[in-house]
């Protein structure tokens, strides 16, 4: 932003704060430097309009609620404040505890928006007399929630009640789908990001975990286009889209004294065949699991279920005839 | 690392000088809003000529610089800094729940009344996002006060990757927690560098007598800094299933093609590890240099699916 800029908003927000009585466009471009322009010339008019439009969305972007309104002697011209109470910050106090917590919240996230985010809260409180960064213990856990880059588009979505666009991968789609979705909520269930909403081609509720979005979420049609159902509970859609993937029993043969990474994970080993050990264990995703199975080679044969069979057998066919394919 | 917006410092400045009347020495300011000296001269004296309509004298907002501090002595009626917004409310009540619900994080009652004065704060009640489980390891509180115990320690731990289990003597620095599993990360002292030990793969752990000193890493190089150049290059292809192999190992190169794969280049330990690595990825990573892995991990899936041929 030039300096000029900078400088004239600053000088906006002090003069709508400055009287509680809501000021005309011309009011302002007379009294604020950096507006002034010959109002009869109808092009230096309209480049002043817009200007002080970009102006006016700028200080919302940060936060500064403009109200506009009618002032009684200004004849039915809109015109704007900016009211203390709802400008200001209001008196906040942390204890040490507290503050520290603080801190270690606002370095949490890696995605650059949420980053900035926290970085901005942080600048507001400090500018209330609070030093946050004094506090800081060193935590001796650091979180990262996964797959955040999808979060801050979702947070804004639901915020404004507008509907978004993404490519999606669902656990039974080859390829990347395109969805339409009025989010309602977002949820993080062990260590994953989950938003719920209504799907709009397909109208009817579901829960997408955010790992699997690819691409970017984008924002699309009017603003208050729906409204969130009471009682939403994204947590229980999330661990209920999981459920639905039932346990199931996986039967392998195992070489001697080899692929330990199955035989940790098995709650029955044996009898030993010619084939090798027999090795029982459970498993939620036949995907992941056949990839997982395949990476041991030739050390592992799974015997049951046969849609796992089917899935390493792929696996392993992709991984060995390259060629072939591609 | 601080993206800041130049118009949010300035607005935050004058309220930060008048909570703090006593003066504050220019460079502290800068740490604290994350500028150089520079930038805050400058900021002060843009500032200086913004004010109160009339912009005479008396209304501009009047700051005193002397040698040792900075002190603001007409505010112009910014006494408070600006409400926080709702995505900013939002991205630090977030984070704040994360933590939470993050084994080993200490003080919980801290984290729960700081989330509530947030709110108050925020002006409108920010979204609401739950967070439960974050790591489904019962066993994370253990090693959180292993670290906050300042000892090392003796493990057994199961290498995914290379499919054995081992016993080392590492250092504890933290824990990490990412997508539901949580990771010591501490000093091996058996590798010579710092590792990260996903916690449901450790077997065994005795806290030994002696102190943990991953400092020990300033005293020496890390042995990995400079043999990293040696170790063997690997190139590869990843689908729609493996690119977040690019986000969680360290590419030197990443690169999207045409057909929306992604390129990545990255050193590996060794050949076996990459062989096993690439396996692991299901067929959703092709090998594109060097030739050795790639008919390694060829020559492997073939054996393998020589065992299912009876069958198929």
């Not at chain 2, 504890?172 to 996903?198: D, K, N, S």
């Not at chain 2, 002696?210 to 150049?229: H, Y």
Request: glycine share 6%; aromatic share 6%; net charge negative.
């Amino acid at each position: 932003m030039s300096n000029d800029r900078t400088e004239r908003l600053v000088n906006l927000v002090l003069c709508l704060l400055s009287s509680r009585r809501f000021q005309t466009a011309g009011r302002i471009a007379r009294t604020v430097p950096g507006y002034e322009h010959d109002s009869e010339d109808k092009k230096a008019h309209e480049a002043f309009q817009r200007k002080f439009e970009r102006d006016k969305a700028e200080l919302r972007r940060i936060g500064i609620p403009l109200q506009s309104g009618n002032d009684f002697l200004a004849d039915g011209e809109p015109g704007y404040r900016i009211a203390r109470s709802d400008f200001e910050l209001p008196q906040i106090e942390f204890t040490d505890a507290e503050a520290a917590a603080v801190a270690a919240a606002a370095r949490l996230w890696q995605q650059p928006e949420l980053q900035s985010g926290s970085a901005e809260a942080l600048l507001k409180l400090r500018a209330a007399g609070i030093d946050v960064e004094s506090h800081a213990a060193t935590a001796t856990v650091k979180s990262l929630p996964g797959a955040e880059a999808a979060l801050s588009p979702f947070f804004e979505a639901i915020a404004v009640r507008r509907a978004v666009v993404f490519d999606y991968l669902g656990s039974r789609d080859g390829s990347a789908q395109q969805r339409r979705i009025q989010p309602w909520g977002c949820a993080a269930w062990r260590g994953r990001w989950y938003v719920a909403g209504l799907d709009l081609d397909r109208d009817a509720q579901r829960c997408f975990r955010l790992s699997r979005i690819s691409g970017k979420v984008r924002l699309t049609g009017p603003e208050g286009a729906y409204a969130i159902p009471e009682d939403v509970d994204v947590l229980a859609f999330a661990s209920e889209s999981e459920s639905r993937l039932m346990p199931v029993r996986a039967t392998v043969m195992v070489r001697p004294k080899r692929a330990w990474g199955v035989r940790r994970r098995a709650d029955q080993i044996g009898p030993r065949t010619a084939e090798g050990d027999q090795v029982c264990f459970s498993y939620t995703e036949t995907a992941p699991t056949a990839a997982w199975l395949a990476s041991f080679g030739p050390d592992v044969l799974v015997v049951d279920p046969p849609e796992l069979v089917k899935e390493t057998v792929a696996c392993l066919q992709a991984l060995a005839a390259e060629e072939g394919d591609e | 690392m601080m993206v800041t917006n130049r118009l949010a410092r300035l607005l935050n400045l004058v309220p930060y000088l008048v909570s703090r009347p006593e003066g504050v020495p220019m460079s502290e300011i800068a740490a604290d809003f994350g500028v150089d000296v520079e930038q805050v001269q400058a900021d002060l004296t843009m500032l200086w000529m913004c004010g109160l309509p009339g912009y005479g004298p008396g209304d501009l907002i009047d700051i005193a610089f002397d040698a040792d501090a900075v002190r603001v002595l007409f505010a112009a009626g910014m006494d408070r800094p600006v409400r926080l917004a709702a995505h900013e409310a939002l991205a630090l009540s977030v984070a704040l729940r994360v933590l939470a619900d993050t084994p080993g994080v200490g003080d919980r009652a801290a984290i729960a009344s700081a989330l509530d004065k947030l709110a108050a704060a925020a002006g409108e009640a920010p979204a609401d996002v739950t967070v439960r489980d974050t790591v489904t390891d019962p066993t994370a509180e253990k090693y959180a006060a292993l670290v906050a115990s300042g000892h090392a320690a003796r493990i057994t731990y199961y290498s995914a990757h290379r499919d054995t289990t081992s016993e080392r003597v590492v250092d504890p620095i933290e824990i990490v927690v990412a997508e539901g599993h949580a990771y010591l990360r501490a000093w091996c002292r058996t590798a010579g560098e710092i590792r990260q030990f996903r916690i449901d793969r450790i077997d065994a752990c005795t806290e030994l007598d002696e102190p943990s000193e991953p400092l020990r890493l300033t005293n020496q190089p890390a042995p990995t800094a400079f043999l990293a150049s040696e170790l063997p290059r690997i190139e590869l292809l990843l689908g729609a299933g493996a690119k977040g192999v690019s986000d969680s190992y360290p590419c030197e190169e990443v690169a999207g093609e045409p057909d929306g794969r992604r390129r990545v280049v990255m050193r590996v330990r060794d050949l076996d590890w990459a062989r096993r690595f690439v396996l692991g990825l299901g067929g959703e990573a092709e090998v594109v240099a060097p030739a050795e892995l790639r008919d390694a991990v060829r020559q492997t899936a073939a054996f393998a699916l020589a065992r299912y041929a009876p069958a198929a």
